[in-house]
């Protein structure tokens, strides 16, 4: 029998790519989205789902178990950026993008463990960020966010793996999608102490996701994993120098890994 995945925030990006792919492969898919719309133009079934209402996770999950009778693996690839020095960046943004990176995704894990445990199998696939793995100047909450899901799928992977459950991290580095449109940004404020670099930082930023990698590697990073029995606990895919910083991070003195950064990001 075909194995039935859901999707999280697969309305376009690699999200989209990633079901569109699994989809051909003949996986039973369903993606979702806070708003479907135009929903006979996706090639998987698409349904509504936002991370940050715990009871359209619940009627979401609950409707594809009725369905199909099972659920086979979680993408959790729902996600938010948001950009801005720490000190100018408000709060409550802060805690927004938190809601959904990490707490949407743990409450989307909550939802799918039960049949999984039931199953007694079942794959979960974190799509986190190589941004996760260091805090980046501008991009601080953003690493938090995907770090701390980093950490969680840790945590978890141990907690459920008796119960033949496995649960993994992706991490991508930058990727050509829509995620710059749809980020928080902090505005460059007149009166900042960051103006300039910031604003520098930011022009950086949109060229590198608009120069950034096709989303069908993630699409087909993410089939092989939910093909193996046994797979990996981190994978990272973007460029070399991308998935190398994360090396040299681990490798480096502390002190010269930070100029290396600021150095990059002109600081």
């Keep these: 029998m075909s194995k039935v995945v859901l999707i999280t925030g697969a309305s376009s990006g690699i999200g989209k790519a990633v079901a569109s792919y699994l989809s051909e492969k003949g996986y ?13 133009n996706y090639p998987f079934k698409l349904i509504t789902l936002d991370v940050l209402k715990v009871e359209t996770i619940t009627a979401a999950v609950s409707f594809i178990i009725e369905k199909e009778g099972k659920l086979d693996v979680l993408v959790n690839n729902a996600g938010m950026g948001i950009t801005g020095p720490v000190e100018d960046t408000p709060t409550d943004e802060m805690r927004a993008v938190f809601n959904t990176n990490l707490f949407g995704a743990i ?7 039960p049949q999984m445990r039931l199953q007694k199998s ?14 980046l100047p501008f991009r601080g909450m953003y690493s938090a966010t995907k770090g701390a899901l980093e950490i969680v799928t840790e945590a ?47 022009n950086l930023m949109d060229a590198h996701v608009s120069g950034g990698m096709d989303p069908l590697a993630m699409a087909i990073k993410i089939h092989k994993i939910i093909a193996t029995k046994n797979p990996k606990i981190h994978y990272k895919v973007g460029a070399f120098l991308e998935k190398f910083s994360i090396v040299l991070k681990r490798i480096l003195p502390d002190k010269m890994y930070e100029r290396i950064l600021m150095n990059h990001y002109k600081l």
């Excluded at 039973?28 to 006979?40: A, E, F, H, L």
């Excluded at 409450?107 to 463990?113: C, G, I, N, S, Y």
């Excluded at 794959?123 to 805090?135: L, P």
């Design 156 to 202: 978890t992977r141990m907690e459920v793996k008796e119960f033949g459950i496995n649960v993994v991290n992706v991490a991508p580095g930058d990727f050509a999608t829509n995620i710059a449109a749809g980020r928080y940004h902090t505005p460059v404020f007149k009166d900042s102490a960051y103006k300039e670099k910031y604003q520098a930082n930011l």
């Design 107 to 113: 409450d989307v894990m909550k939802a799918v463990l």
């Design 28 to 40: 039973i898919v369903y993606g979702t989205s806070r708003t479907p719309k135009n929903t006979q």
């Design 122 to 135: 079942g794959t979960i696939v974190n799509v986190t960020s190589i941004a996760g793995y260091m805090g």
